[in-house]
């Protein structure tokens, strides 16, 4: 055959040496095969079309594949990351061709695979992987094969990257964006390739997606609030409360940048493509037993977790929460549940009150215990002295503890033998007292008392203690239901008001 003659386009060719020579040629075109013969490296191809191949050999790390025809191929033996899944002598596989190395050797690849990178393959949108090596204040440095390249911060991820030290010594795939072979300059954007990634994702997602289904999702972001989970498709929001039927007081406490989790789908907005999502849904509900496991009059120990003005939160068991009212806490008059209690306290209260539909549960330390007014009337018998601290003033006298969580009130008639003003003028806050009983209700818990040399112990002086005692205390009520409780709550008495606080 006259060799000259195949270099001229134009020499005409018959049908069986045209089919012979295409297959022997493959992707190299005349052009590269004259510069093969006079010692030039062809320019470099790539090829997307997949095509199968048979391997006809392996030596080291090569895989020398049989595309048809003359044309023999060689593929990489580290594409494949697990040794079960390489190929052997005679198997067929699919490939497809990255182009051809100098000596003209055709270059392969997996099928799916990342391309290999070289200066005479590198091209803008090239897809490649590469290891990362270093970590600057710009970004990061990768090595792809032994090629050095740079990724900057703001590529790296589809959000703002706090930390890019996270991705050190990490493999990632990413496109490429700028080549500049004269100054070795090589750039690479691995959002680019999560945004195509995104937006194939984000087109089977959506018009699947809906309330209560569960998926497999990787935590993207933290925030005060909650955390952004990457479902695949889309980025949803998990707020701190749907994250566990415990109290959560940090989102960091339950989960981290890159955890995957398993997820429900709380709400879906199609129109601003948002969705809610849940963790503890995907859990047993622990309130779903609670009324069978703590009925009223259960006595049980419970952990203080939070102190308010109207209350202490207490748990009784982890995503269980009950409120322990101000009311409920003493027998004695306290202001503030900071008096008697304090947050990691155990504390062992009965159950007064469960809502379980609404997960309320109202408890009570005073009811849990010995009620101290029991067998008052012959613990402090009419006529006797005894002694007790001052504990709080009013316009109408001073209360007195006589014994924890009992008190008696010396009427401002009883504070002195002589006519007195206000009772602050004879006795203050704190001062211990030696009064005599007056009058004693057990039932009522009431008792009058006296510091008058001659105490007056009629009936009608003794009835009117105590109701000055009463008046005082619903007061004192009255105007603790003008005071705002936190949460924007307004109300009355932990007590009275318990059906307005939502617990858990």
Same mark, same amino acid.
């Given at each position: 055959m006259d060799r000259d003659n195949l270099y001229q386009p134009d020499a005409p060719l018959d049908d069986e040496l045209q089919k012979e020579l295409d297959a022997a040629l493959g992707d190299m075109s005349l052009e590269d095969l004259v510069d093969l013969e006079s010692g030039k490296t062809p320019k470099a191809k790539s090829n997307d079309r997949v095509i199968e191949g048979r391997v006809v050999g392996l030596h080291g790390d090569d895989i020398f594949v049989d595309i048809g025809g003359r044309s023999e191929g060689v593929l990489s033996a580290t594409t494949y990351t697990d040794a079960d899944d390489l190929p052997n002598e005679g198997d067929t596989i699919k490939v497809q061709v990255e182009g051809y190395d100098r000596d003209g050797t055709l270059r392969l690849a997996r099928e799916g695979a990342v391309r290999? &990178?070289?200066w005479d393959t590198l091209e803008r949108g090239q897809v490649v992987e590469g290891i990362v090596t270093g970590v600057n204040s710009g970004g990061l440095e990768l090595k792809v094969n032994s090629l050095r390249a740079f990724m900057p911060i703001s590529q790296i991820d589809l959000s703002h990257t706090e930390d890019a030290s996270i991705y050190l010594n990490q493999k990632l795939a990413a496109e490429v964006t700028e080549v500049d072979e004269r100054s070795k300059k090589f750039v690479i954007s691995r959002r680019k390739l999560l945004i195509s990634q995104r937006e194939a994702q984000a087109e089977e997602f959506w018009p699947s997606v809906h309330e209560g289904k569960v998926l497999l999702g990787t935590v993207r972001s933290i925030k005060p609030y909650g955390a952004f989970v990457d479902v695949g498709g889309a980025d949803g929001l998990l707020h701190i409360r749907d994250m566990s039927w415990t109290r959560v007081e940090k989102p960091e406490d339950i989960v981290h940048v890159g955890q995957q989790l398993e997820v429900q789908i709380l709400s879906v907005d199609l129109e601003a493509k948002k969705i809610g999502l849940g963790i503890k849904q995907t859990q047993g509900d622990p309130w779903m037993n609670v009324e069978s496991n703590y009925p009223i009059g259960t006595s049980v120990d419970v952990k203080v977790v939070k102190l308010m003005d109207f209350g202490a939160f207490a748990e009784i068991e982890p995503g269980v929460e009950g409120l322990i009212p101000v009311s409920e806490i003493s027998f004695r008059h306290i202001g503030h549940p900071k008096e008697e209690l304090a947050a990691g306290q155990s504390v062992r209260v009965k159950v007064i009150r469960i809502e379980p539909d609404k997960k309320?549960? &109202?408890l009570s330390i005073k009811q849990a215990g010995d009620d101290p007014w029991i067998g008052a009337e012959s613990r402090f018998a009419v006529g006797s002295a005894v002694e007790g601290t001052v504990t709080r003033l009013?316009?109408?006298? &001073?209360?007195?503890?006589? &014994?924890?969580?009992v008190e008696g009130l010396i009427h401002i008639s009883q504070l002195a033998d002589r006519r007195v003003e206000t009772a602050r003028s004879v006795v203050s806050e704190g001062q211990t007292v030696n009064p005599r009983v007056v009058s004693v209700d057990e039932g009522s818990r009431r008792i009058g008392l006296s510091l008058k040399s001659e105490?007056?112990?009629?009936a009608q002086e003794a009835e009117g203690s105590l109701a000055d005692a009463d008046a005082v205390?619903?007061?004192?009520?009255?105007a603790q239901s003008d005071k705002k409780l936190k949460?924007?709550?307004e109300g009355g008495s932990a007590m009275t008001k318990f059906g307005e606080i939502k617990l858990g």
């Open positions: 290999a &990178a070289a309320r549960i &109202a009013a316009d109408f006298g &001073a209360f007195v503890e006589l &014994a924890p969580g105490p007056d112990t009629s205390q619903k007061r004192l009520n009255e949460g924007g709550l």
